[in-house]
């Protein structure tokens, strides 16, 4: 039992549909696996996993202490003075636990998933895609590590200290509870992980051919109101500088995915024999269809012409033999004339 989840014991191309299942099955569990041994990795070391997660907040308080203190601003005194998170109840403090658990568990499990993935659908693939699958791979994990790490340096904390700075002109006092704060952070690192991802979402769109890198640049301006509105719904105060910054980030990702699939396409379809532009196809069938329509005005006005008598054409040698008249009757002497 254990060797099935360590090996395979037969090649996916020879496997039947239940097998496939079961293979599929056995992935699943690898991911799921790695991902328990995170968390529970985390709960042991239940000491470590927290001072990590609050270090955003130690930078909202102490910008000088971040590595982009250029970025963050001067944080109010109110937020200086804050004591350590607080926690009210039992269950805020196995809140804490698991949401740091959650958070370990789902890094060391990222790249097991989308090593799995690439072996699931390999088989599927021609060799020239499978050449392509492992960038692929490598592309997305970075790419979410990249939106992870933007939220844990710039977004929590700056998100932290507007939070403050609203309250204090409110004149309220703000107690921080610790299942809140982790379970922000851990969210806020996820979401925007998840989020950087959508560059190779558009890719595989334009390499399925369903949608065209044509179509999608002309979309542009819906596009861009929607990375916006996307942006807004994920930091969760939408103040302008994030707002303008996060929507630029995302808004060029958009643009180099429409070159990359535009490549992408185009080789896909010479190495099909197809022509390289999408639109061309479109073009042809325009044609085809104004020859049809042609073709059949032709026929409709050359059946519709009545049917003329020929004629002979003057001075035409051909003569044109006479209808025979019947034979005479019985005592008409005009004949003999």
Known sequence: MLSTFIRR???RSEMSFLEHLDDLRISLIRVLA????????????????????????????HPETSPISFILSKPDPGLVAMGELKEFTFMGVWKVLMYAAFGVGIGLASPIFLYETAR????????????????????????????????????????????????????????????????????????????????????????LELVRPKTLLKSWRGMLF??????????????????????????????????????????????RGDKPNPEDDDIDDDDEDE??????????????????????????????KPKSAPPPSEGDLSSLD
Not at 44 to 61: G, V
Not at 254 to 259: E, K, M, N, T
């Open 9 to 11: 014991n037969k090649p």
């Open 34 to 61: 790695v991902f328990t041994v995170g968390m529970v990795a985390a709960l042991i070391f239940y000491r470590e996993a927290p001072e990590l997660l609050n270090m955003p907040l130690n930078w909202a308080k």
């Open 120 to 207: 699931f659908v390999g088989p599927a693939l021609t060799d020239r895609e499978k050449r392509g699958l492992i960038p692929f791979c490598v592309a997305a994990l970075i790419l979410f590590l990249l939106g992870a790490t933007l939220a844990f340096l710039w977004l929590t904390p700056m998100s932290i200290q507007i939070w403050q700075h609203f309250a204090e002109g409110l004149k309220m006092e703000v107690t921080w509870q610790a299942s809140d704060y982790y379970g922000f952070v851990v969210m806020m690192a996820l979401l925007t992980g998840l989020t950087f991802q959508f560059p190779l979402a558009l890719i595989i769109l334009m390499w």
């Open 226 to 271: 929607g990375i916006m509105i996307l942006v807004a719904l994920i930091t969760p105060i939408a103040e302008p500088i994030s707002l303008i910054v996060m929507t630029g980030v995302l808004f060029g990702f958009y643009l180099v995915a429409v070159g990359v699939g535009s490549v992408i396409v185009r080789r896909k379809r010479i190495a």
């Open 291 to 320: 020859d049809d329509d042609r073709d059949e005005g032709y026929r409709s006005s050359r059946d519709s012409d009545p049917v003329k008598p020929i004629t002979p054409a003057l001075g035409d040698s051909t003569s044109v």
